[in-house]
């Protein structure tokens, strides 16, 4: 009995994986060259890998941009050397353009499944019976999510590089940090170094969470020649995969490791005139008080629309817009049911039992925050973007704290679990068919035209 569920389970995954491959895959092929954000800048990096063989200066004119006067060069770029690979490979059979651009598209589309592949494994840890489905859904299948997951960025493979962590974190702290979970947790600081600095707050929580966990959580069965040898097998490891990009950027930028501080002369020196760092008059320097922006700008309306999916150049919008309003109550509903939850809680985590789940809840509440916080910080003292995209990498602590106020809800309001079924089927289902629905009646007519 228990091997016919375990197939049978193994059958529900594929399925979903396969799923996500078809409806990335869908997107990715209906959607327009460049009718994504940036994605002509990062193409040049892809396109420029594929025909040199080598990685570009970041100033190198052939990928600068003549509007901001830099490229994406100068920032962490492993999607787009695999993109290059798959680019290479698909030369073999076809020298059309548009077709190495899917075949650039192919990481992002890759990365969405095993997104969904390590949030089932964490739902499996943390969730029972139909919230593990109501988690993996909420997580990639939100209509933003799904247009991620179809062109050329650096958003999808930092989103995978979180979800790998939080899997390490679990697992880590179920198995007192196992060598396997050690190697996935460095693995995927690796990745996160190598694709995006939004999600750079992941690095910082696994430092937290890997010495809270020794010195506070096991410091019965503490063991310090333990502590170091994994200690040290996770910085090695990371050491060894990321040491050579800071390395180059050491050499090619004067010392400028990061590149962010080279990347704002090149803008200085070939931007626009009124895109020059120094000519940009951002909300800071109007002095607009930060409280203020952020009450009365457009900023939580915009980032809150493109979060749940404006397509295109953040213009084409989801209609009707009671979609919008849909999710907007969900999000209330369950946050209402996540401050439930604490409140009624509070007295567990004083049990030693429930302790592990307080600093792990406190490790992904501080990884939802410091993507928000970097957003905010960006669009007030440098560009004004109020971009969903920016926030991708809080989307799984995210939608952890709301299945867990949805759970909340269910249990204290809906009492029979025949009405229970049917609600959550309601809400997956929802949530399943809206990018279907988005592709179907909205960018296929809007592309068509």
């Not at 970041?58 to 060069?73: A, K, M, N, T, V």
């Not at 990639?140 to 999510?145: E, F, I």
């Not at 702290?173 to 600081?189: E, H, N, P, Q």
Request: glycine content about 4%.
């Amino acid at each position: 009995m228990l091997k016919i569920k375990f197939y049978r389970q193994r059958i529900y995954v594929t399925c979903f994986l396969l799923f996500i491959f078809a409806i990335c895959l869908v997107y990715a092929i209906v959607i327009p060259y460049n009718d994504a954000p940036d994605e002509e800048m990062h193409f040049q990096i892809v396109n420029y890998i594929f025909r040199h063989g080598s990685l570009p200066h970041g100033g190198d004119p052939e990928i600068r941009s003549p509007i901001w006067g830099l490229s994406y060069g100068f920032t962490p770029y492993l999607p787009y050397i695999i993109g290059a690979l798959f680019v290479k490979i698909s030369s073999f059979f076809s020298m059309d353009i548009n077709i190495y651009v899917i075949a650039a598209r192919m990481v992002s589309v890759l990365c969405g499944v095993f997104i969904s592949y390590y949030c089932i494994k964490i739902s499996q840890n943390l969730f029972t019976k139909y919230y593990r489905w109501l988690f993996v859904i909420f997580c990639v299948l939100l209509p933003g999510t799904v247009f991620l997951f179809s062109y050329i960025n650096c958003d999808s493979m930092s989103v995978l590089s979180s979800a790998m962590i939080i899997y390490a974190w679990i697992r880590g702290l179920k198995t007192k940090w196992d060598f396997r979970y050690c190697v996935l947790l460095a693995i995927g600081i690796s990745v996160c170094i190598l694709s995006y600095f939004n999600a750079y707050g992941y690095i910082l929580c696994s430092i937290f969470l890997f010495f809270v966990s020794y010195f506070h959580l096991f410091k019965k069965d503490y063991n310090f020649k333990d502590f170091r040898n994994k200690l040290l097998l996770i910085t090695s490891i990371v050491f060894g995969l990321v040491l050579w990009w800071f390395i180059r950027n050491a050499i090619l930028y004067n010392g400028d490791i990061i590149g962010i501080e080279t990347s704002d002369h090149y803008a200085e020196m070939y931007a626009r005139a009124d895109l020059k760092p120094s000519a940009r008059i951002t909300l800071a320097k109007q002095g607009i008080p930060f409280y203020s922006f952020i009450i009365h700008s457009c900023w939580a309306p915009m980032v809150y629309f493109s979060f749940i999916g404006l397509f295109g150049y953040m213009k084409i919008k989801i209609t009707p817009y009671w979609i919008y309003i849909v999710y907007f109550v969900f999000f209330l509903l369950f946050v209402v049911g996540l401050i439930w939850n604490v409140i009624s809680k509070r007295k567990l985590f004083k049990n030693k039992k429930h302790i592990v789940s307080k600093y792990f809840n406190i490790t992904m509440f501080i990884a939802f925050l410091i993507p928000i916080i970097l957003s905010l910080h960006y669009s007030y003292y440098s560009d004004f973007q109020p971009q969903g995209r920016y926030l991708a990498p809080l989307i799984i602590p995210l939608m952890y704290f709301l299945v867990i106020g949805l759970k909340q809800l269910m249990n204290k309001i809906v009492k029979t679990t025949r009405l229970k079924k049917i609600i959550l089927t309601l809400i997956g289902t929802f949530y399943a068919l809206s990018p279907i629905y988005c592709l179907i009646f909205i960018l296929i007519p809007q592309y068509n035209k």
